[in-house]
């Protein structure tokens, strides 16, 4: 295996064990203080995180403009190149919020659903997007190839094993965290249409903002906010809001500009995997023989899906951040 590739997929395990380790912190989280003001404490940190980053890049960019511009040129440089590309116009701030909006309504609707589920069963559900986001493509005219179709059966089939009772019914926090896979699968489109027209670290900082913003004016309205509380969810709030949100959404945007995509998406999907790892080792949190065949099932579908981009790297699931 090529070195870099070979590093580049540790990285990307490193994101999948973060964001899996997130359900963890989420879980937790809920035994302080409640589910609006926890992403909205988290999201705001999110967003501070990539601050620096965006001022770092910012600053390399104007010094590169100032090596390469023509002597007596210098005096443009305010109107010129940085503004494009540190993504300070009205068309990323439209799309920061179009986002933030989207990413509201995944977020708060997983987070009330973990409430009620576990954090294994919440990671294996939300990673369903692995497997809608090519299939919503049907959407746009995109064709999804047998192995999506595929990989799709066995993750209904293994959200069935996982969710549903005997009697078909199926528990309020599945439920909740199944609805915020299809705005998690919404919001990735979104990411892939918007992203490559503007600053990517910008666009996000601007939706984990926006997200932030909605998120605490629900918690004003519906929810006790109690400060000791948010103390008492430091760890659990900042591993959410710096960890899995602002390192891991990092790794994945430098690590995707070399991996190879299908090995991203794959690897990435490993996520739920960590989720019940996490909440088995942290939270004490066990699975029956129904509840482990239909993670199985669901992880089998998400690799399957994905496969398709291995001999057609165009073809792999999107990359696309899920904080």
């Known amino acids: 295996m090529n070195p870099r590739t070979f590093e580049d997929d540790l990285l990307l395990l490193l994101t999948a064990a973060i964001w899996g380790f997130a359900f963890v912190a989420q879980r937790a989280g809920m035994e302080h203080i409640q589910p609006f003001t926890y992403n909205g404490v988290r999201f705001a940190l999110g967003s501070l995180s990539l601050v620096p980053f965006i001022l770092l890049l910012r600053r390399r960019s104007r010094r590169r403009l100032r090596r390469d511009a023509p002597r007596g040129a210098g005096g443009a440089l305010g109107a010129g190149g940085p503004a494009a590309e540190d993504g300070s116009g009205a068309r990323v701030w439209l799309y920061g919020l179009l986002c933030g909006l ?164 794959i690897i990435l999907s490993l996520e739920g995997a960590f989720a019940v790892l996490g909440g088995w080792l942290i939270l004490g949190e066990l699975l029956s023989l129904r509840g482990w065949s239909g993670c199985a099932l669901m992880l089998m579908g998400m690799i399957v899906s994905q496969t398709s981009g291995l001999r057609n790297p165009a073809a792999a699931g999107s990359g696309a951040p899920r904080p």
């Open 102 to 265: 989207v990413l509201f309504t995944a977020a708060s609707l997983q987070q009330v659903g973990i409430v009620y589920t576990t954090a294994g069963k919440a990671g294996f559900i939300t990673g369903l997007y692995v497997v809608l986001v090519p299939l919503s493509g049907l959407l746009w005219g995109q064709r999804a190839g047998w192995r999506r179709w595929v990989g799709a059966g066995l993750a209904v089939a293994g959200l069935y094993l996982l969710s549903v009772t005997r009697g078909l019914g199926i528990a309020r926090g599945d439920f909740l965290v199944l609805l915020s896979a299809l705005f998690w699968t919404a919001h990735v489109q979104l990411i892939g249409w918007f992203s490559p027209k503007t600053d990517s670290l910008v666009l996000a900082a601007i939706q984990f903002a926006v997200c932030s913003l909605f998120s605490l004016v629900v918690a004003a309205a519906a929810e006790r906010i109690v400060l000791q509380g948010i103390l008492r969810a430091a760890v659990p709030i900042l591993y959410g809001g710096l960890c899995s949100v602002g390192i891991a959404y990092t790794l994945q945007v430098v690590v995707q500009k070399t991996a190879h995509p299908a090995h991203a998406a």
